[in-house]
């Protein structure tokens, strides 16, 4: 499995590393022939290249099987004409990377004060309020003048359905149940449509209880009663905010793995930003990117039946559960490590189990 890997800004180097050591390891022990080619993309490539998104990077992540891509400084980057292209987007869009899985589980020891969770987030990642990539070409975001901005919200039914479907399919190997998250009460044709969407696709999975909450309602019910739900499946920015909230009822950000997976392509990237408030004090947690890897591994070793990338992706899993649970982790997960000696901590644990 070829896999292009960019460690991204901020606290992105520091994480990163830690993935790598522990993608490394499994790689051995699980005999997979990983071959992790590196490259940068974000500031450094901007440093470098004068584009946060050099020549040849989509040609040579389209030839891999997958992309792990460290947390990008998104936010700096605001002109495209001047090189400053958002490299999550970029890749998303490029890559058709439609469906951002976002597990949320409560590890024992983790130190959260809230009820333990265990959802996945399944956001719809191509549409939506994404000015940046909701049209073909362009943003849609316009300034009218000085003081009017229009942002629009691009809604289509396909994608609505191919974001259902990689919902109820998750659900079928959970506890088979869908909760679908919207705004329809104000956003009555779009997140009507998005509703009358995921409703068709559940008539393919008939064993598949359904249900439904207004967003601003579940930002409550996800807090007081997170044992409600298993799968939720809601629109692009509802679900970049719903899974940054259960992220943390979880425990921290520092937890917020990710995977966004198109038809074709697979992305490992961690939900959080570069955190630039902790960059480079080796207090960032680790375990987002780890664990992102490691579904990047499971979702590859799926779609190629091959079971070793799945044993791998579990033993990566079971290590970072192991780790927190044994206060071998950062402290915003109740361990007392700094993030180069989690993963050397977590480097050891899988070589040992
Ligand atoms: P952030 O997610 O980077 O950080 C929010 C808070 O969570 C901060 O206090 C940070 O210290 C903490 N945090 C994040 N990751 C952590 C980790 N691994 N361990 C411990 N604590 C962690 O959000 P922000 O500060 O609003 O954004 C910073 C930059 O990241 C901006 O440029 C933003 O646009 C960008 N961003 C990128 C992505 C992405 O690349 N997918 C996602 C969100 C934000």
Redesign the pocket.
């Known amino acids: 499995m070829k896999i292009i890997v960019i460690p ?4 992105g180097p520091e ?1 990163m590393s830690v993935a790598i050591d522990a993608l490394e390891i499994v790689d051995k022990k699980f005999n997979l022939g990983l071959d992790l080619q590196h490259d940068i993309a974000g500031h450094d490539s901007l440093k470098k290249y004068g584009t946060t998104i050099h020549e040849g990077l989509l040609e040579s992540v389209k030839s891999a099987d997958g992309l792990i ?9 605001k002109d495209e004409s001047k090189g400053e292209i958002n ?2 987007k970029f890749f998303r869009k490029s890559l058709d990377l439609f469906a951002n899985i976002r597990p949320a589980k409560t590890y024992p020891g983790s130190g959260t004060q809230y009820k333990p969770l265990d959802l996945v987030v399944v956001r719809e990642n191509t549409e939506g309020f994404y000015a940046d990539r909701n049209v073909e070409s362009g943003g849609s975001e316009m300034l009218i003048t000085p003081d009017v901005v229009v942002s629009l919200r691009r809604i289509t039914r396909p994608c609505c359905e191919r974001i259902a479907r990689a919902a109820f399919e998750l659900a079928m190997t959970r506890k088979k149940h869908v909760t679908i998250v919207h705004k329809a009460n104000v956003l009555r044709i779009g997140d009507g449509m998005f509703i009358d969407a995921c409703h068709a696709v559940a008539r393919e999975f008939p064993e598949v209880v359904v249900d439904d909450v207004i967003v601003d309602a579940m930002m409550a019910h996800v807090v007081r009663a997170p044992e409600r739900y298993d799968v939720i499946v809601t629109t692009n920015m509802f679900g ?1 905010i719903l899974s ?1 909230l259960t992220a943390e009822l979880a425990g ?3 937890l ?1 793995a990710s995977i966004n997976a198109g038809t074709h392509y697979g992305m490992a ?10 960059a480079g004090q080796n ?7 780890v664990i992102s890897a490691s579904m990047l591994l499971a979702w590859y070793g799926q779609r190629k039946n091959k079971p070793a990338f799945i044993e791998a992706s579990k033993a990566l899993n079971e290590a970072v559960a192991q780790a927190i649970a044994a206060g071998e982790a ?1 402290r ?1 997960v109740g361990g007392r490590l700094g993030t180069k000696e989690t993963g050397q901590a977590l480097s050891a644990r899988l070589l040992k189990n």
Do not use: K, R, V, W
Request: charged share 15%; glycine share 12%.
């Open positions: 991204g800004d901020g606290i994480t891509l460290g947390p990008m400084a998104t936010y700096d980057f490299p999550s970049d940054d921290s950000l520092g917020a990237q961690a939900a959080h930003g570069s955190a630039p408030d902790i207090i960032a947690n680790p375990f987002s990117q950062t915003d």
